[in-house]
């Protein structure tokens, strides 16, 4: 595996996805299977503790899902392995015809496995059933500059945008709100499900799903008809098994009966393989972050509840600002694997500052139990407030149990809040999250593109993809600004404007960065884990 730099230049991996990239043992079980090695590749076996929310592009914006997404479908935009510039994918040209037309001409002869042709009728339904669903679990936030879509001819696609000069309209298009789907496969207003997509064979990227269990087993081969920038797959076949939990695939690790385990071990583990002779474990700077969520209505004294207090809801947020110590966490649950996180774009991306750590706590990254209690205090909030926080085991990883134990002793300090914990399994997590069910909880993010904005405009623009009813007019502007502001030194100040505006509301509260880890076997070459953010099987041979 080579992790290379990405156009933001960092140490490791630009950015990369904040994962744990295991790849197996000396004996391969491409050499069990017969399948062998050579030019050929031969067959990888990947293990994940992750979950697939949904194969239906509308109906799921979870790293978990867009991992099979990227292995199936085509983009008209994609990064190439080993950089995080934007290129044609399926176009065989894109580009702004005026401020606010992006026009993409397709590559001849594209179809999907199933025999169907791919043309500009299904690039235009893909968008506009994503706007028109705008499932709460999908990413239709990320199309909100998308005023229509237009479709002249059979390889001519026509963007009009909103609002002219988007400098983020290429890296959408790579995105999650990007993949190309068959119109005669998918609901054109509803979300289909897997075993529909399956069947119908609508897939038209690197790879095909040979076989599919949810959540237990994805078996892929090549795309023959793949014509895309990425070129033709160079492994025999890829198969992905889903463990119930980290203890499993640690041991499946151990065992060389996988080759590649991505996300998500515990940093006591990562620690053991260290030691394993087999294994070769490379870390660096990483673009995942942590996070609380508030929900606007249900938090205490939010907009729906008995006592509601805008004053009140927001002294509540304060006050837990300045109680965290993320120092601790990072150093004691995650062995520094993780970094403390002041802001709410990564730290190391173009545009990040640092407001929370000057508005909060000590003012050097530390608590401050005493400002926490006058901030309360001063909004005359009775103490103790009860805080139902909700987190998730399996998706963020084994140690969240004790991540999230920390938070509770820390917000318990002084007496000023008492901390209810409930963990949910991730598949229900993240349609009960979107619902109003969970007051406070965590969520993580792995960026979809390496730009500033994704880490402001998914969540803060009035229809965002954490639904917490956060609804900001200055930010939402501030946003629109930024997105088409041409000069960078003025966009990277509204970039940090942006942040500053965000920080004083605590729409969410972040917590923690997270350093890039793979764990590399001897057996297994080529690039997991490149700087465009995507989890990759092409490039695996063995």
């Known amino acids: 595996m080579k992790i290379t730099r990405g156009r933001l230049g960092l140490t490791v991996g630009a950015l990369g996805i904040t994962a744990l990239v295991l790849s197996g043992c000396a004996t391969s079980t491409a050499d069990k299977d017969g399948d062998g090695g050579g030019a050929a590749g031969g067959t990888i076996k990947v293990g994940t503790t992750d979950k697939v929310t949904s194969l239906d592009p509308a109906g799921s914006y979870d790293n978990g899902s867009f991992a099979v997404m ?17 290129s044609p994918d399926i176009a065989e040209s894109a ?23 791919l043309t500009s009728s299904d690039v235009k339904f893909s968008f506009d059933r994503m706007v028109k669903i705008a499932d709460p679990n999908g990413p239709a936030a990320l199309l909100g500059n998308l005023a229509s879509v237009a479709a002249p001819d059979d390889t001519t696609v026509v963007f009009t945008l909103k609002n002219g000069d988007d400098q983020i309209w290429p890296q959408i298009l790579s995105s999650p709100a990007g993949p190309i789907i068959d119109e005669d496969v998918f609901s054109a207003d509803a979300v289909t499900t897997d075993d529909e ?9 690197q790879y095909v799903i040979d076989s599919y269990k949810f959540n237990e087993l994805v078996s892929y081969k090549p795309n023959p008809d793949y014509k895309g920038s990425l070129g033709a797959a160079e492994n025999k076949a890829v198969q992905v098994t ?25 940093a006591t583990d990562v620690e053991d393989l260290k030691g394993n002779d087999k294994v070769q474990v490379v870390d660096g700077p990483g673009g995942e972050i942590r996070y609380i969520t508030f929900n606007f209505d249900t938090m205490p004294f939010g907009a729906k509840t008995p006592e509601a207090d805008p004053a009140k809801a927001l002294a509540v947020r304060q006050a837990m600002a300045n109680l965290l110590d993320r120092e601790a966490v990072a150093k004691d649950v995650y062995k520094d694997t993780f970094t403390p996180l002041y802001s709410y774009v990564a730290d190391g991306m173009p545009g990040a500052t640092t407001p929370l750590k000057d508005m909060y706590g000590d003012g050097d990254g530390g608590p401050d139990a005493d400002k926490a209690a006058k901030v309360l205090a001063d909004a005359g909030v009775q103490t103790p407030v009860t805080l139902n926080l909700q987190y998730n085991g399996d998706h963020y990883g084994p140690s969240s149990g004790d991540e999230y134990a920390a938070y509770k ?68 502007q501030l946003i629109v600004d930024e997105q088409t502001e041409t000069d960078s030194a003025k966009r990277l100040e509204i970039i940090g404007q942006i942040q500053e505006a965000v920080a004083k509301d605590l729409s969410t509260l972040p917590l923690l960065q997270g350093t890039q880890v793979a764990v590399v076997g001897k057996d297994v070459k080529g690039t997991t884990l490149d700087a465009s953010f995507k989890f990759r099987y092409a490039p695996l041979t063995k």
Request: zero cysteines; proline letters at 4%; charged letters at 20%.
């Open 70 to 86: 990227n292995q199936i479908y085509p983009f008209l935009l994609n990064s190439k392995y080993g950089t995080a510039e934007i």
């Open 95 to 117: 580009e702004f015809t005026s401020p606010t037309e992006y026009t993409v001409k397709l590559k001849a002869g594209l179809k999907f496995a199933n025999g169907n042709e």
């Open 197 to 205: 997509i399956v069947k119908g064979e609508a897939f038209a990227g």
């Open 242 to 266: 889903y463990y119930a939990d980290a203890s499993n695939l640690k041991l499946a690790i151990g065992n060389g009966d996988i080759d590649v385990a991505f996300r998500s071990l515990s």
């Open 409 to 476: 002793t820390q917000f318990e300090k002084g007496g000023l809040f008492t901390v209810n914990l409930q963990q949910t399994e991730w598949v229900q997590y993240s349609k009960d999250r979107s619902s109003d069910v969970y007051p406070l909880y965590q969520l993580g993010w792995y960026p979809d593109y390496s730009d500033a904005d994704n880490y402001l405009s998914p969540f803060f623009v009035k229809e965002n993809f954490l639904v917490n009813h956060y609804d900001n007019a200055e930010v939402q």
